[in-house]
Every structure is written in C-alpha cells, then in structure tokens.
C-alpha cells in the first residue's frame, strides 16, 4: 500500500506539540464517559525555564522538560485513493497530512503532591488592660 505524507506548513515549520508522560494512571468519574473531547483535566505552569507543575484537582505534579532521542510527528488521515500501479493493478493508497512534530515530553515521575485547603487559623486577640498608678 502507497502511503502519501504531505505537509501544509509554512517553510516546513510545523507546529510543535510536547508529550505528557505520568507515571500511574488517570481516571475519569463515570458521568464523563464518551465526552473527554475538550474536556479540561487540569493547568500546566511553568515556574521556572525546564520545570513545570500540572494540578489535577486535589493534586500537584512536578515534571520536566526532557528531549526525544527521535523526533516523532502527528499526523491525521486526509483520504483514501484508489490508485493504480505501474503493472496495472489497483490498489488503495492513503494521503496523511503532518500536523505537528514531537521533539519534547514533559516528564512527571514523582509522586504527586496533595493540595490540602485548611480553614484559616483564629487568631485570639487579647486585650491589653492597664492598671491604674496608685
């Protein structure tokens, strides 16, 4: 099968995309089942230049930014052909288009940390009383 790669972008410039490699898994709650497309599942930061932060909810993830060995790209399905060969068979052919290329993944190996809101502390205030000079 004859597989086309073509790519829309200007000047070969691709768009870049970046991995999210977590160690464990994530569940979604059973009233999100058959709807995760453009669902939010939580907030990237980056603090500081090479490390960031992704919150889950209650939850708090340290990550960074490590190169591929390999750059890998993102493709999508455009459409299927029916072509024929040079010996007059045919045969179908596919066309990809590139959408982006991977040369990152943020790296997030460490257990996460939990994000525990306590109520704020009373401060007592005690009241100076002074004592009349005899």
């Known amino acids: 099968m004859q597989i086309r790669v073509r790519c829309n972008c200007e000047k070969g410039n691709c768009p870049e995309w970046a991995i999210f490699e977590l160690q464990g898994v994530v569940e979604t709650q059973p009233s999100f089942q058959g709807q995760l497309q453009n669902l939010e599942i939580g907030r990237l930061c980056r603090p500081s230049q090479g490390t960031y932060t992704f919150t889950l909810g ?49 790296l997030f190996k460490t257990r996460p940390k939990a994000l525990i809101s306590r109520p704020p502390t009373k401060v007592r205030k005690t009241s100076a009383t002074s004592v009349p000079a005899s």
């Open 58 to 106: 209650y939850h708090e993830l340290s990550g960074t930014k490590v190169p591929l060995k390999k750059p890998m790209l993102v493709m999508k399905k455009t459409q299927d052909k029916q072509a024929n060969d040079s010996t007059g068979c045919s045969h179908s052919g596919a066309e990809l288009e590139v959408v982006g290329i991977i040369r990152h993944r943020i």
